[in-house]
Nanobody, 125 residues
């Protein structure tokens, strides 16, 4: 089992920046990938970004690829999501996810078998 805890969500003005963190605990030696998803009210959960843990390959959703960046600290089993030039449409609950076995794709929600509780990001003036 892997447990995930997100933090860093808050209210921010359009054009601003925010950094989310997600700490993994438990059987982290099995980590294969970690990812970020978001869900706005009335919309489907959307892939934001993901990283293959031991290799470092990173993937981003089209809506954020020029503004968001993922990084990781493998010593403390933490993945970060740096969000810049935030827009009102970035508002939503941001979820951290993890997978503990090899999979060919990490850009879909079905690729992950562990999820955090989510952290609210609100972009508004």
């Amino acid at each position: 089992q892997i447990q995930l805890r997100e933090s860093g969500g808050e209210l921010v003005q359009p054009g601003g920046s925010l950094r989310l963190s997600c700490v993994a605990s438990g059987r982290t030696s099995n980590l294969y990938a970690m990812g970020w998803f978001r869900q706005a009210p009335g919309k489907d959960r959307e892939f934001v970004g993901g990283v293959v843990w031991n290799i470092g390959s990173m993937y981003y959703g089209d809506a954020v690829k020029d503004r968001f960046r993922i990084s990781r600290n493998m010593i403390i089993n933490t993945v970060y999501l740096q969000m810049d030039t935030l827009k009102e449409e970035d508002t939503g609950i941001y979820y951290c996810a993890a997978r503990d076995s090899v999979r060919s794709t990490i850009t879909t929600s079905t690729a992950y078998n562990y999820w955090g509780q989510g952290t609210q990001v609100t972009v508004s003036s």
